[in-house]
Nanobody
Framework: QVQLVESGGGLVQAGGSLRLSCAAS????????MTWYRQAPGKQRELVVS???????DYADSVKGRFTIFRDNTKNTVYLQMNSLKPEDTAVYYC??????????????WGQGTQVTVSS
């Protein structure tokens, strides 16, 4: 059983910073990809940034230059450093862990989400 636990959300003023964490536990296979998504009220869930086991990253244009993802493979933890936050960054942020095994079977695991609120 794989579990993901996010933490670090909260209320911050525009221009401020927050750091989110997502710790994975259980039987985890590598290589894998850890991804942050977010979902604002009334909107679809969107990809924020992903990072592969080897460190390759993929950022959404809306967060490039402001957010930084990094991971500690020894702790199966991914972090999201969010700087220069904007009110439009307000959302529930979710962590997802994914790996592929065998003949291309994908395994996806989600965290419970953490609320980020940016006030103007």
């Amino acid at each position: 059983q794989v579990q993901l636990v996010e933490s670090g959300g909260g209320l911050v003023q525009a221009g401020g910073s927050l750091r989110l964490s997502c710790a994975a536990s259980g039987d985890i296979f590598s290589p894998n990809v850890m991804t942050w998504y977010r979902q604002a009220p009334g909107k679809q869930r969107e990809l924020v940034v992903s990072i592969a086991s080897g460190g390759n990253t993929d950022y959404a244009d809306s967060v490039k230059g402001r957010f930084t993802i990094f991971r500690d493979n020894t702790k199966n933890t991914v972090y999201l450093q969010m700087n220069s936050l904007k009110p439009e960054d307000t959302a529930v942020y979710y962590c997802k862990l994914r790996w592929t095994r065998g003949w291309g079977t994908m395994y996806n695991y989600w965290g419970q989400g953490t609320q980020v609120t940016v006030s103007s």
